[in-house]
């Protein structure tokens, strides 16, 4: 198993523009979501999908959008990229939206000049 | 406010050395709580995952512990190893609801000199 993959590892877009993120794992997993961390603060959530067609906001969703088509993949956009969106990425995936275990993919460095 | 605060933020030890890290929250209500280590560079990857009846739960090298009356967790690694320089991050599942579930602490940054 591959497990959770990203890409691109790292990106550098100039403000307003748009790009998507990638992210797919092969674990069967229901649940993914996408959480951004920045320097000192801990990861924030910013969109969750419970399943196939079913997505939802975090903590933090506004500038990005997800879709959920397929079990396998769940990829983030920016819609137009602000400073303020330069962060470290991370995907997670788990059995289940309860008390299982996450696993991360390897992130992606986005820095928004 | 549902927050997890660790200390201290960041540590350096010599090698072959033990250390204990620190974790309070005031999530609540409380589902469990999970230590994770990241390596540089890298996403997290979980050490341990504790309940609430739960008091301790070992992974090798590493030993967590969780008082639910006190809200309060540590981390304890053993014989520290140049390998174990990484940051720890203590998490807090909130409820049983999806979403918003996981709150994340800021993490320590633990460095491990020869």
């Known amino acids: 198993n591959a497990g959770v993959t990203q890409t691109p590892k790292f990106q550098v877009l100039k403000t307003g523009q748009s790009m998507t993120l990638q992210c797919a794992q092969d674990?069967?997993?229901?649940?993914m979501s996408w959480y951004r961390q920045d320097p000192g603060m801990g990861l924030r959530l910013i969109h969750y999908?419970?399943?196939?067609?079913?997505?939802d906001q975090g903590e933090v969703p506004n500038g990005y959008n997800v879709s959920r088509s397929t079990t396998e993949d769940f990829p983030l956009r920016l819609l137009s990229a602000a400073p303020s969106q330069t962060s470290v990425y991370f995907c997670?995936?788990?059995?289940?939206?309860?008390?299982?275990?996450?696993?991360f993919g390897p992130g992606t460095r986005l820095t928004v000049l | 406010k549902n927050q997890v605060e660790q200390s201290p933020q960041s540590l350096i030890i010599l090698e072959g050395k033990n250390c204990t890290l620190q974790?309070?929250?005031?999530?609540?209500?409380?589902?469990?709580l999970r230590w994770y280590k990241q390596d540089t560079g890298r996403g997290p990857v979980s050490l341990t995952i504790?309940?609430?009846?739960?008091n301790t739960k070992s992974n090798g090298r590493y030993t967590a512990t969780l008082d639910a009356d006190t809200k309060q967790s540590s981390l304890h690694i053993t014989a520290s190893q140049l390998s174990d320089s990484a940051s720890y991050i203590c998490?807090?599942?909130?409820?049983?609801?999806?979403?918003?579930?996981?709150?994340f602490g800021g993490g320590t940054r633990l460095m491990v000199k020869p």
């Open positions: 674990m069967n997993h229901e649940y």
């Open positions: 998490v807090v599942l909130r409820g049983h609801n999806a979403g918003n579930m996981l709150t």
């Open positions: 999908s419970v399943g196939a067609g079913i997505t």
């Open positions: 974790c309070n929250y005031t999530v609540s209500p409380f589902s469990n």
């Open positions: 997670a995936s788990s059995y289940s939206s309860g008390s299982g275990e996450q696993f």
């Open positions: 504790m309940t609430f009846s739960e």
